[in-house]
């Protein structure tokens, strides 16, 4: 069954009498030479980085499972996670072929990921691989991100490879400095490191979405690169940083540590060596670890 094809996509709408849900940000894709590499640029890299373990890969959203299908004959296992429960009858039928692949009626965000993961791929090294609705990209990344690394420090996943709209995309992947460089981008720095695979237009999908897609994956760290004293100071220091984008960093932080006045946090950014000027775009990952440390300090946190 070719799941990409136009026809057959409308039958099985026609079939299960339901259709694509604007509410869930559902685009089905019609060209199968898009899902086929997604897979690829997913297990390639997997696979390299694990040679030898049992891979699973967990998947957010299938749809009718032109992905997943894609995944299933790539993965020893896939984990299919689609919150519309209209979609579950039809990716009974069309993933019918393989023993291989468990699809989970829930919504992603509502998760514990951690007793999922245990529960259905404990003996597993894990990748996600999603096209995501454009509405939830962010949140679903997040999510992963914070629950990325185990009690030791390692990582729980090989790596997360997307498809999300293009203006996203860049900023997945902007360097620091850059207009597109933002919480999202240096929150993925601290885990690993994004890379832009590949475009996809608004034709190769039904319906067709008004904006270009972009394949990204993120190559997440087997172990810390950078260490801090908390976690959740960095993500409060990076949200904050980026909160009000056309503040400076004192203004913007000042809004976000209230418990502080802005004569403290004026004196953090001075004494590790920043202007009191500086915008939060100017700031690598590197600068936002150093910066959630001093933070620590003075909040004894």
Not at 44 to 59: D, G, P, Q, T
Not at 283 to 293: N, P, Q, V
């Amino acid at each position: 069954m070719n799941l990409c094809d136009i026809n057959t996509v409308k039958r099985l709408m026609s079939k299960y009498a339901t259709g694509t849900k604007k509410g869930f940000g559902q685009n089905f894709l019609i060209n199968e030479e898009i899902p086929y590499n997604i897979a690829n640029e997913s297990y390639s890299y997997h696979s390299m980085k694990n040679k030898a373990s049992k891979k699973a890969v967990i998947e957010i959203g299938p749809g009718i499972g032109s992905l997943t299908s894609e995944l299933c004959r790539l993965y020893d296992k896939v984990v299919a996670i689609e919150i519309d429960k209209t979609l579950i009858p039809i990716l009974g039928e069309t993933l019918g072929e393989f023993s291989n692949v468990e699809v989970i009626n829930e919504d992603f965000l509502k998760l514990n990921l951690d007793e999922f993961l245990e529960k259905n791929l404990g003996e597993c090294t894990i990748s996600v691989c999603a096209n995501l609705p454009y509405y939830i990209t962010t949140p679903i990344i997040m999510a992963l991100l914070e629950n990325a690394r185990r009690e030791n420090g390692t990582s729980k996943f090989t790596s997360i490879t997307v498809m999300v709209q293009k203006e996203v995309a860049n900023r997945l992947c902007a360097d620091s400095k850059s207009s597109d460089y933002g919480a999202i981008t240096a929150s993925i720095n601290y885990y690993g490191e994004a890379k832009k695979l590949f475009d996809v237009s608004p034709d190769n999908f039904l319906p067709a979405p008004k904006v270009t897609s972009s394949v990204v994956r993120i190559e997440l760290y087997d172990e810390p690169k950078y260490k801090v004293k908390s976690e959740y100071m960095l993500s409060r220091v990076i949200a904050g940083a980026f909160a009000q984008r056309r503040k400076t960093l004192l203004n913007s932080l000042s809004s976000s540590f209230a418990e502080l006045s802005k004569e403290q946090i004026a004196k953090i950014i001075e004494g590790i060596g920043f202007d009191i000027n500086i915008r939060g775009e100017r700031l690598s990952i590197s600068d936002f670890c150093t910066l959630s440390d001093e933070f620590s300090k003075v909040l004894n946190k």
